[in-house]
């Protein structure tokens, strides 16, 4: 007995491409969900060095905006100690520097007795209206995302 075969029809055939393209939007909206979330990852990872460099500072001095010898603490984290702050030369020298955020991104408010630490989107990797901040009770905030 011979059997013969018949080729696809249009209808088949557009009917798989519907489907290759409902998968297809499915999986770039989960990958534009990883890629917020290593985002807000790599933020809150530069942040909590920041918050033990901090720490470190206040065991010493018992203020957080004073350095050891008495000199003020910079508002972009450049003269923290224990963290190793970008050169001009390479601008991805810096312990700061990442994927998605640069150390000009983080901003460090200090008082006697507390911080707040926030990186706030550039508009080049990170929206302009994304902010992460972190607080000396050791809370994050996400706003943006």
Excluded: H
Aim: glycine content about 8%; aromatic content about 6%; proline content about 4%.
């Amino acid at each position: 007995m011979k059997t013969t075969s018949r080729p696809f029809t249009l209808i088949e055939l557009m009917i798989v491409a519907i489907i290759v393209a409902i998968l297809a939007a499915v999986a770039v909206s989960l990958m534009r969900g990883n890629t917020t979330r290593a985002m807000a990852t790599e933020a809150e990872a530069a942040m909590g060095m920041i918050r033990t460099a901090l720490r470190a500072n206040y065991a010493e001095t018992s203020k957080y905006d004073t350095l050891p010898g008495g000199t003020a603490l910079a508002n972009d984290c450049s003269n923290l100690p224990g963290v190793k702050f970008g050169l001009s030369t390479d601008p991805k020298d810096g312990d700061l520097d990442g994927r998605y955020w640069k150390e000009r991104d983080f901003t460090l408010t200090t008082s006697p007795s507390t911080y707040t630490i926030q990186a706030k989107g550039n508009g080049a990797d990170v929206p302009t209206t994304v902010i992460i901040t972190l607080d000396d009770a050791g809370v994050f905030k996400r706003s943006g995302l």
